[in-house]
């Protein structure tokens, strides 16, 4: 799958494209059946496929200080279309500039001149231009005037209203993976590289991989049941503490898997970790000792949940 940037003109063999609009963050199943009906549309028309993401996220830009709340990165994002079909993934990079546009000029020049798009895929509830002038009835009447198809997906609902990225991150919040697997069809995963750590889990025999959260939403802090998926393309089961770690002095927001049977070093690597199953908040213990003693229990526990899971897939 082609990567681009929204700061030149899309290249000539993907002109006319079927293109998906929309932030897409965790991809969850509302944002599936977005780029699905693209595919379709493309499909039927013998025309390419391009997801079109904006980064940063828009509520990062006009709200700068809002804590943490990403479900995904940009590549996480990139694989995922891919794997839903799309030949390319635009990237328009949200700023002042982009802020500023009218409705009709971001479809005049994003959509038409930049992108060339034939026709475009949103939710209906997907809004866009300066003051949020634009949503899916302007979208239409502007595609009408300028020549682009335009239609609008509505939400995918379950029973307790529509799939959102709002009601993923309240379950991750809580600790519920289940719940928030289900709506994203998949774990949610953290993806970094592994930074040099303070190398005191390897001296009590629980080496862990140390990875900075970033722009992550902060999934409820405690010891997970977890899977590494690695560059080499191994799969690993551990079990890892995701918070300040309240033992030590000088607390550090990380989250710190421990491989089980792994050896080997995974510094300066890319991995991504998915969070399985929430197993206790993280906690303070009288001594060192203790804490040893119930990284170890953790550990069997996310051996028992890795196992059941897998046994039901």
Not at 265 to 292: C, H, K, N, T, W
Request: aromatic fraction near 8%; hydrophobic fraction near 40%.
């Amino acid at each position: 799958m082609e990567r681009l940037t929204g700061g030149a003109r899309v290249p000539d063999h993907l002109r006319g494209s079927v293109l998906a609009l929309g932030n897409f963050d965790g991809f969850h199943q509302g944002h599936q059946a977005v780029v699905a009906r693209a595919v379709e549309q493309a499909r039927k028309d013998g025309r390419p496929v391009m997801v079109a993401t904006f980064d940063p996220h828009p509520v990062r830009f006009f709200k700068p200080d809002s804590p943490p709340f990403a479900l995904t990165n940009v590549e996480q994002r990139s694989r995922l279309f891919a794997s839903a079909g799309a030949d390319a993934m635009l990237i328009f990079r949200f700023d002042a500039d982009l802020a500023a546009l009218s409705a009709e000029e971001f479809v005049r020049d994003l959509l038409v001149d930049l992108t060339g798009a034939s026709f475009v895929v949103t939710g209906e509830d997907y809004t866009f231009s300066k003051g949020r002038e634009g949503n899916v009835s302007v979208l239409e009447s502007l595609g009408v005037k300028y020549g682009i198809g335009t239609e609008a997906v509505p939400p995918v609902c379950d029973d307790q209203g529509p799939i959102s990225s709002s009601r993923i991150r309240n379950a991750l919040k809580i600790g519920d993976c289940d719940e928030a697997a289900r709506l994203l069809t998949r774990p949610f995963a953290v993806q970094a590289v592994v930074q040099q750590g303070d190398k005191i889990g390897r001296t009590w025999g629980f080496p862990t991989a140390n990875l900075a959260l970033g722009n992550y939403l902060r999934a409820a802090y405690g010891v997970y049941a977890v899977r590494g998926h690695l560059p080499d393309g191994r799969t690993l089961d551990g079990a890892a503490n995701l918070g300040v770690r309240p033992q030590f002095d000088v607390p550090k927001e990380l989250l710190e898997p421990h491989f089980f049977d792994f050896t080997g070093d995974l510094y300066d690597q890319v991995i991504e970790v998915e969070l399985s199953s929430y197993i206790r908040p993280e906690a303070r213990f009288d001594g060192f000792d203790a804490l040893i003693a119930q990284i170890g229990h953790d550990c069997d526990e996310a051996r028992r949940r890795l196992a059941a899971m897998s046994q039901n897939a």
